[in-house]
């Protein structure tokens, strides 16, 4: 089962936060991320992730167009390494 819940908030003129999760039971142990996502008139965005089998990873990303988007993110991996799962 995948799960997923999120929500877009308006915290200033064209400045969004928008935290989110994600639950995962069909990997063994059961998986969940946090994410947290500030974005600038929904065209660039800074965020940070939370995943408990792996470890921390922050993203930047823009939109060049209305349906292209570029996105970086790195998993900095936590004390057992990055999850194949």
């Known amino acids: ?3 997923y819940l ?3 908030f308006v ?3 064209k400045w969004y936060i928008q ?3 994600l639950l995962r039971t069909s990997t063994k142990p059961m998986q969940i991320d946090g994410n947290l ?3 600038y008139k929904d065209i660039i965005w800074l965020g940070a992730m939370y995943r408990t089998s792996g470890g921390f990873i922050p993203s ?3 939109k060049i167009a209305d349906q292209f988007t570029v996105a970086y993110a ?3 991996a936590g004390k057992n390494g990055i999850s194949s799962r």
Do not use: D
Request: hydrophobic content about 45%.
């Open 1 to 3: 089962m995948v799960g």
């Open 37 to 39: 996502n500030i974005s």
């Open 60 to 62: 930047l990303g823009f």
């Open 19 to 21: 935290p989110s999760i």
């Open 6 to 8: 999120g929500y877009k």
């Open 74 to 76: 790195y998993e900095f």
């Open 11 to 13: 915290i200033a003129e």
